[in-house]
């Protein structure tokens, strides 16, 4: 069970705290209803009987074997609600829906809650004291309304020197006294408990008074002469109740006066200018920002008007004469000239001091009224230079000369780094800026950049001092790779210079090869032409302009150079597949390549008797490989030779060469023919000529192109007539029986030379290369 607080989000209760609740609490009720049968229990209802009367039902689901179902009920106690113990009931089944529950009686239960009240606190305090002063802090007339004891816990704040803490005080009497070290309002709490730990909160603040610092002044003399110091004392000071730190109690200003190295602090020196009896104020302040004062008089003499020291400073900075009695600056540095005077008082107001920086210069002065004199100077040209000044009263009567001395130097330009070394394509810009710090000749800074550090255009001598590009911003590329060496220089109005020098390497960019390709790719038919286009292709732009474009040609055998220029015009006469290669290369011989892949098909047309040519050739085709068969057999017997039967051979006219023939000769009386190596097997591709494989070629080049190397060679001379077959006989011919060899079967090419960068087009098989020659020889 939980109970909702104003002050607290929510409680819970148990029974070891207690069931106590007050009015306007909200109490949330978790009842268990739990199946401890080994069947589950059908799905009730519970029924909560709150202690107003109310009646609320809540809806169990099924609960399995020894399992709970929880069912929440809220109740909120009634404002007006009675003090004393109210009850809670609750009913689980009250319909008596579970019917197979063999034990109702715990289903019912009750609850006890206490309603009571808040205890009533009551706090009185005795503060408006001073610090260190007792303040009585009393609650003992907080009381419980439902009765019974109460106890009051104390949180007392106070300062430290670290920040507040928090003092906690226990009392049963409700009483307890307190003093502070430092002034203000601090925070008092009580906290009344009662005997159902009911509790109520009271603050209040009680006012702590400051206590003033204290203070006694003493001087070093009563008396003194103008222009002599004096010396006033407020040591004895300080603040009882303070929690600041140790010499920090107190802060002591002297108002009106000038002390000499401070405004603030226990002691106070200076050197009094008005004549007469004059009076010093010293101010003491507390933490807490009140404040004592203290009064002094003292009598200050007459005296004869005299100047003081000559002051030179720059930017506020004051600065000290160097060893031999001069002071540094820059030539254009402004500097702060000063000095004081002094007077009696009828005349220290109306003292003029005249100032001349260049004391060979009388035309240069400068006058200012009152015992203090400052003035600015500056000097343009180096050298050294004697300061004069001196001091004027009302009657005409000056003091001596203060004399100064200052050396004037000229700084010579200073170059800021440039980036460190760079690297760069041809023809990318190199963008640089100098800048040269040089207060006095900023305007007038001249600046060159040295491009050609193997030249001397000046003829100075110095190789990296030429203006070869003037101003401050280079903008500058190079259109040929290599290491460069870039200075940038500055001169000032006294011909002091400065310089910096980085190498910038300009590297060549390789080009980039391209061919466009249309959105459907190179498609064409058998005959047509296609114009390939390589003005994309790209590279630097000098480089650029003298790119060499290099096509090739698939339809040339073993040439990779076939055209040159941007665009390039193939005809395409065979049907497959095609590889078009650009190459482009630049002037340092880098060069790139880029492919292009042609789909050529076959053009159907119409051929002899009104087919189509391929049925026009394989039909002419059929019938003159017939007509040479039987001439080839008509010979054979003119020459006597032996017939072959051709029965169960293959159909050798389409492959590489025919099988060789090998008889048999009865076992009683055998006979042999000249018999040939026995047959090895063929991986593809024709024979090897006599010379053997041709250099630089492989066996798998071979598979492939080696028909069309054996079509280039020059024909082998043909006789008229076929060639008897030689045999030798020792007994009469016998029946021959043959054995073909297996036919020949020509290798496709290796999926791997289809993606090569060079791929010519497909060769031609030797069965269509044999009818191309039979038909240009016949005359249709």
């Given amino acids: 069970m939980s109970l909702g607080q104003e002050e607290t989000d929510s409680t819970i209760l148990s029974q070891a705290s207690g069931y106590n609740a007050l009015p306007g609490d909200t109490l949330e009720f978790q009842i268990p209803a739990q199946n401890r049968g080994v069947l589950t229990s059908p799905a009730t209802e519970m029924e909560i009987t709150t202690p107003d009367g109310t009646t609320v039902r809540g809806t169990i689901p099924p609960i399995s074997p020894y399992n709970e179902a929880r069912v929440s009920v809220n109740w909120s106690v009634p404002l007006d609600a009675a003090i004393g113990t109210q009850t809670l009931s609750f009913m689980v089944d009250p319909d008596n829906v579970v019917t197979a529950d063999a034990n109702r009686t715990n289903n019912y239960a009750e609850l006890d809650i206490f309603i009571g009240r808040l205890p009533v606190a009551d706090l009185t305090l005795s503060d408006n004291v001073y610090t260190f002063e007792n303040v009585t802090i009393d609650a003992s007339a907080s009381y419980d309304n439902d009765g019974g004891d109460v106890e009051c816990y104390f949180e007392i704040k106070e300062p430290t020197s670290d920040g507040i803490r928090t003092e906690l005080i226990e009392s049963t009497t409700c009483t307890t006294s307190w003093f502070w070290a430092d002034d203000g309002d601090w925070e008092v709490k009580v906290i009344v408990v009662d005997d159902e730990l009911d509790e109520v909160h009271m603050t209040m603040n009680a006012t702590i008074l400051n206590r003033a610092p204290y203070v006694n002044l003493t001087a070093s003399t009563p008396v003194v002469e103008a222009g002599q110091p004096i010396t006033f004392d407020a040591s004895d000071s300080g603040d009882i ?49 009140q404040s004592t004062s203290a009064f002094l008089t003292y009598e200050v003499l007459n005296v004869a008007p005299t100047a003081g020291e000559m002051r030179f400073s720059i930017d506020g900075i004051p600065y000290l004469p160097g060893e031999d009695g001069t002071w540094t600056i820059d030539e254009d540095i402004v500097a702060t000239l000063e000095i004081d005077a002094d007077d009696t008082l009828s005349d220290k107001e109306s003292l003029l001091i005249s100032w001349y920086p260049d004391a060979t210069d009388q035309n240069w002065s400068i006058t200012t009224s009152g015992p203090s004199s400052s003035v600015t100077a500056s000097w343009g040209k180096s050298g050294l230079y004697e300061i004069k000044t001196f001091a004027t009263d009302n009657d005409g009567v000056k003091s001596d000369d203060v004399l100064g001395y200052v050396r004037v130097n000229n700084i010579a330009p200073v170059l800021d780094a440039l980036p460190a070394q760079q690297a760069l394509f041809e023809d990318e810009v190199l963008n640089l800026s100098a800048f040269a710090e040089d207060f006095a000749d900023q305007d007038v800074l001249m600046y060159c950049w040295d491009l050609l550090s193997s030249i001397d255009s000046d003829g100075n001598g110095i190789m990296s001092d030429d203006c070869d590009v003037e101003g401050p911003d280079l903008v500058y590329s190079w259109s040929l790779s290599g290491l460069k060496s870039v200075t940038a220089n500055v001169w000032d109005d006294d011909n002091e210079t400065d310089s910096f020098t980085i190498d910038v390497t300009i590297v060549n960019r390789p080009p980039a090869a391209n061919i ?220 021959q029986s043959y054995n073909p060899l297996p036919e020949q079967i020509v290798s496709e090419p290796a999926p791997s030379l289809l993606d090569r960068t060079m791929v010519q087009e497909q060769p031609p098989t030797p069965a269509s290369q044999a009818l191309a020659d039979i038909l240009d020889d016949l005359d249709l």
């Fill in 241 to 289: 109740d303070t929690v600041s730190e140790e010499g920090q109690e107190v802060e002591i200003s002297w108002p009106g006066s000038t002390c000499e190295g401070t405004l603030l602090g226990p002691i106070c020196t200076f050197t009094p200018e008005v004549e007469g009896v004059q009076e010093i104020e010293v101010v003491v302040t507390d933490d807490d920002n």
């Fill in 516 to 735: 466009f390709i249309p959105e459907d790719g190179f498609k064409i038919t058998e005959g047509e032409s296609i114009t390939f286009n390589g003005a994309n292709s790209t590279d630097s732009a000098t480089d650029r302009s003298n790119l060499q474009f290099i096509w090739d040609d698939p339809n040339t055998e073993g040439a990779t150079q076939d055209g040159a220029g941007e665009t390039f015009t193939i005809k395409f006469d065979t049907p497959g597949k095609y590889f078009v290669n650009l190459t482009v290369t630049d002037d340092d011989g880098k060069s790139s390549t880029a492919s292009v892949l042609v789909e050529v098909s076959a053009k159907e047309s119409e051929g002899i008797f009104g087919v189509t040519t391929t049925t026009a050739v394989g039909g002419i085709l059929g019938v003159v490989i017939v007509v040479l068969l039987a001439l080839l057999l008509i010979r054979r017997r003119d020459s006597d030779t032996v017939v072959i039967e051709t029965k169960h051979m293959g159909d050798y006219a389409w492959n590489d060469s025919p099988p060789s023939v090998v008889s048999e000769a009865p076992t009683s009386a055998p006979q042999q023919f000249d018999q040939t190596a026995p047959p090895q097997p063929v991986s593809g591709g024709p024979p090897l000529p006599a010379s053997g494989l041709p250099q630089g070629w492989t066996m798998e080049q071979w598979s492939y192109y080696g028909e069309q190397y054996l079509a280039s060679m020059p024909p082998a001379p043909v006789n008229d007539f076929a060639q008897p077959v030689q045999q030798t006989y020792q007994a009469q011919q016998p029946v």
